[in-house]
């Protein structure tokens, strides 16, 4: 029986037809594994699509033994005379359609192989911009580095549809830059400025000019399982000429490999001289775990995603499972240890500001501080660079303490000539006679990263620490101009206040706030700041009642408003609290006000000051018209 079974499913096609709707559909499939990041097809797309293939090709094979094609049309096989059947010409046709199926597959495959040129276009920009800010001047762009051996590397982008093809796109980017930034002679754009362009459409002269440099090194990634296509182009700005170019066909396992000599080869292309040191400190700052960096990659957008949200805890929370897979995949991972150790900071921070959140429980509360120490001691120890381990020292001490030798260590990081000093920095030297050196620090910091917020935020403050509003305000408005921020507005709102523009700042705050409770903060502070009491308490009132306690930003109302026992009482609360005296210190820089609290009040921050070297009282740089002291 089975031979004959077997004769009729040849004599009936159902085996052509078999054949023809696989190769179909596998042709299909590569179709849309092309076109797909072109049209922005989601990456779940080619799994549905194959999915309801697999499905219609029963019904296809019981169709074609069910059912013969005839002169007449489509009929059952049943009411065909066998001998008269044109089963053998269907078949015939059947044959060469497959023929010329397979023909196609193979021109789509020499096609991508040696024509597409592996660029996707991008919809429209869809970053946001701020509103006006009252002038019609662009801001200019950032200035670019002598000789032109300046470079951004964008984030590669995805011609696969893989769950996790756009995160390994960007770790291959991200790698990239950590590369090319251990190069003394160049200038590399950091990575938050370059990823503001991914998804944009928008010419490497432009690009070039926002970022203040004279390179764009660009280029695309494509996943089928455990094979790779890599291609990479190094352009110049000025002219749009490409000064190298390479395509990477390899294994997954070779990830590490072509992104060390993605590097090496651009350098070279900018005629920096590599010598075995530098390359081997390029291939030291790798990491050799996609698994690893793709989960890396995965945190980091969750991490960015809470720093522009309210409710940041659970989102942090969530970043650190990433973290965690990271570093336990590759314990060697620095930055892994500074993100991971930003939700502990919240937590901990939080809690002694006498803030509420319902997402930190006591067992958060509990861990947090053990969690904290454990995260910056890793990162002393896996430091990859003298510079990135001072960052990590600084970090321990003024956060865990103990701050002997603060002021010093503070000097020490103000001076570091790259481009990442600690997010710290500015706790231990606005207020305490190194406001100069730490706004040189973040300007540094800023032509790497000129559209990064925190950079430009710190900018701002360190102005108003130096006493210059004007200069405070005109820097907040030129970065209102190119970056949608959510901190910068309070810097513009409070440098108007100082300014003696009690309008402009009214009218700063109604512009660019877009939470209320963050505008009600606003315009507490402004009215402290122009000398209106009663206008401050009425405006903190209602910002509490809406946004919850406070203690932090209580502080700071009360001293600017003059309040001294108020102020003095809720710095004994902050006091009294693990982890207070960086609240303490917080409040100081926030402040603009030389010392917002009697250091008899705070017995616990007078000990740890009285071993850190910084002076107090702290700088004054104006006169509060509430505040006599």
């Known amino acids: 029986r089975m031979p004959g079974l077997f004769q009729e499913l040849k004599r009936r096609n159902v085996f052509r037809v078999g054949v023809a709707y696989l190769v179909a559909s596998w042709l299909l499939l590569q179709i849309v594994d092309v076109i ?28 074609a033994w069910l059912f013969e094609l005839t002169p007449e049309g489509v009929k059952r096989d049943s009411e065909v005379n066998h001998s008269r059947s044109m089963t053998r010409r269907t078949g015939r046709k059947l044959d060469r359609a497959i023929i010329v199926i397979l023909a196609l597959a193979v021109s789509l495959l020499l096609f991508d192989r040696f024509v597409q040129t592996d660029t996707v276009p991008a919809p429209p920009p869809s ?38 093809d756009d995160y390994f796109a960007d770790g291959l980017t991200e790698e990239i830059i950590n590369a090319l ?25 432009e690009i070039a000019g926002q970022l203040g440099v004279a390179h764009v090194l660009e280029g695309s990634v494509r996943r089928a399982g455990e094979q790779l296509r890599i291609t990479a182009q190094l352009v110049r700005a000025a002219d749009g000429f490409h000064l190298w170019s390479e395509t990477y066909d390899r294994h997954t396992r070779d990830t590490f490999a072509v992104q060390t000599d993605i590097a090496e080869q651009v350098a070279q ?20 775990d996609v698994d690893a960096f793709v989960a890396f990659q995965k945190g980091i957008g969750l991490y960015e995603r809470a720093h522009r949200e309210a409710s940041s805890v659970g989102l942090l929370r969530q970043a650190n499972v990433e973290f965690e897979r990271a570093i336990e995949r590759a314990p060697d991972l620095y930055p892994a240890y500074e993100y991971h150790a930003d939700y502990f900071v919240h937590v901990v921070f939080d809690h002694a500001a006498g ?38 020292q600084f970090g321990r001490a003024l956060l865990l303490g103990p701050w002997q030798g603060l002021a010093e260590l503070t000097g020490q990081a103000a001076t570091l000539t790259g481009c990442e000093p600690p997010p710290w920095l500015t706790l231990g030297g606005a207020a305490f006679g190194q406001a100069e050196v730490t706004l040189e620090a973040f300007e540094r910091m800023a032509a790497c990263d000129p559209l990064r917020v925190t950079p430009l935020s710190q900018i701002a403050r360190l102005y108003l620490w130096l006493g210059q509003p004007a200069e405070a305000v005109r820097h907040a408005k030129a970065v209102l101009e190119r970056v949608d921020d959510y901190i910068m507005p309070q810097a513009l709102v409070i440098g108007l206040a100082f300014s003696g523009d009690a309008e402009g700042a ?7 706030i877009r939470n209320e409770d963050e505008l009600l903060l606003a315009r507490a502070l402004a009215a402290a700041i122009r000398g209106d009491g009663a206008a401050s308490a009425d405006y903190q009132q209602a910002y509490l009642g809406t946004h919850g306690p406070d203690d932090y930003f209580s502080l700071i109302l ?39 609290f009697d250091l008899e009040a705070t017995p616990a921050f007078a000990a740890m000051l009285a071993e850190s070297g910084l002076a107090w009282p702290p700088a004054k740089p104006y006169d509060l018209p509430l505040k006599d002291w």
Do not use: W
């Open 36 to 63: 797909g990041p072109i049209l922005r097809l989601p990456g779940e797309f080619s799994r549905y699509l194959l999915f309801l293939l697999l499905v219609g090709l029963l019904p296809a094979l019981v169709f």
């Open 181 to 205: 930034a251990q190069v003394p002679d160049l200038l590399v754009t950091a990575r938050t400025s370059a990823f503001h362009f991914k998804g944009q459409n928008l010419p490497v002269a």
């Open 269 to 288: 292309a900018l005629n920096v001289l590599l010598d075995d040191a530098l390359r081997e400190r390029m291939r030291r700052v790798g990491t050799r």
């Open 355 to 392: 803030l509420l959140d319902g997402d930190v429980t006591e067992a958060d509360l509990a861990t947090a501080p053990a969690a904290l120490r454990h995260d910056y001691e890793q990162a002393v120890q896996h430091a990859r660079t003298a510079g990135e381990r001072l960052n990590a």
């Open 127 to 164: 970053v946001e911009t701020v509103a006006d800010v009252g002038t019609a001047e662009q801001a200019a762009p950032a200035p670019v580095s002598d000789g032109g051996k300046s470079i951004a590397v964008l984030p590669f982008a995805i011609m696969s549809n893989g769950p996790d």
């Open 506 to 512: 009214e009218r700063a705050a109604a512009r660019h």
């Open 558 to 596: 009360a001293a600017l408003r003059g309040n001294r026992n108020e102020a003095n009482r809720l710095a004994a609360a902050i006091d009294g609290r693990p982890f207070g005296h960086v609240v303490l210190l917080d409040a100081i820089f926030m402040c603009f006000c030389g010392a917002p």
